[in-house]
């Protein structure tokens, strides 16, 4: 099995994964097909975010149960 002969293949479309294993077309150049699979950078600024997140949710949750 080769994906070089799938991209030559007229019923391409039919194997599973065939639009990132064998691109073909202009789309696809110089672009990242597989950016969902990568690893995200976890950078102090996006910690920093989603501990401001927790806090907000946290007053919230908090706020409802003095509330109730």
């Known amino acids: 099995f080769s994906w070089d002969d ?6 391409r479309e039919y194997y ?9 077309g ?3 150049q110089g672009k990242d ?6 690893d995200k950078k976890d950078d102090a ?3 920093a ?4 997140l927790a806090r907000i949710k946290e007053a919230e ?7 109730l």
């Open 61 to 67: 949750a908090d706020a409802m149960t003095v509330a």
């Open 26 to 28: 202009r789309w696809q």
């Open 6 to 11: 799938v991209k030559e293949d007229k019923h």
């Open 49 to 52: 975010q989603r501990e401001e």
């Open 45 to 47: 600024k996006a910690r």
């Open 16 to 24: 599973l994964g065939h639009s990132l294993m064998a691109p073909v």
């Open 33 to 38: 097909l597989t950016w969902y699979a990568k």
